[in-house]
């Protein structure tokens, strides 16, 4: 399931409906459209597949999780190499100036990383990402309190979520409160890590969130 989100044609007004088998809104832009995630239906749609939903009014993902971006990520990620760092943060910044609705953000946030990485890959891209398009980043108010007891890639959608509770925490509150917030992770998977970052902005007071992220699975619901 595969879906570009930002300019469209050929289509002569807003549209609320089912575009590649997933809820979209499409709103006019200028002279094209943009789609947004219907929020409300994808609930109702993945809730049988997932414990959890996507709390985010947008969703991009920048490469399929496979290939040589599979191999580019891990050796980042385990080996520290910095060479595609680059490289990564010009392609977000395409997704952000290809997408209208990204202009409307106030903070760009990452994803807390893992112990057993030898390198903040997120935070390195909201760092990269923030100096190109001229928004804030607050690299420390989502922060990891405890790790996960097990790998996420061994777990099913239902023992992901349940392995991520508690995991993080929120700190300064008042920073994101009535702001609208762009999340950036490495990859998304069933969306459990995502998710929990998610609420903790959310509780937290938060207006809206966007969510990039370097790669997705071939296979992912999320776009």
């Known amino acids: 399931m595969n879906i570009k989100i930002g300019k469209l044609y050929k289509i002569g007004s807003d549209f609320d409906g089912i575009l590649g088998n997933v809820p979209v809104t499409l709103k006019k832009y200028k002279d094209s459209f943009v789609i947004l995630l219907n929020i409300s239906k994808i609930k109702d749609i993945t809730k049988k597949q997932f414990i959890s939903y996507p709390l985010f009014y947008f969703v991009s993902s920048v ?37 209208p609705v ?46 996960l007891e097990k790998p996420q890639v061994y777990l099913s959608p239902k023992e992901r979520l349940e392995n991520v509770k508690g995991a993080f925490t929120i700190d300064k509150k008042e920073q994101v409160r009535n702001k609208i917030c762009l999340l950036i992770d490495d990859i998304i998977t069933t969306g459990a890590t995502a998710n929990e970052c998610s609420n903790l902005l959310l509780s937290a007071g938060t ?12 296979n992912s619901v999320f776009i």
């Open 63 to 99: 490469f399929i999780y496979e290939g040589k971006a599979r191999i580019d990520i891990l050796d980042i990620k385990i080996n520290g190499n910095l060479k595609k760092i680059p490289f990564f943060i010009e392609k977000l910044c395409q997704i952000y100036m290809d997408n």
């Open 207 to 218: 207006k809206k969130i966007y969510l990039i992220t370097i790669a997705k699975p071939l």
């Open 102 to 147: 990204l202009s409307t953000i106030d903070v760009i946030i990452p994803c807390p990383h893992s112990s057993d990485n030898k390198i903040e890959l997120t935070k390195m891209l909201c760092v990269g990402l923030s100096k190109n398009i001229n928004k804030p980043v607050l690299l420390n108010i989502l922060q990891r309190v405890r790790n």
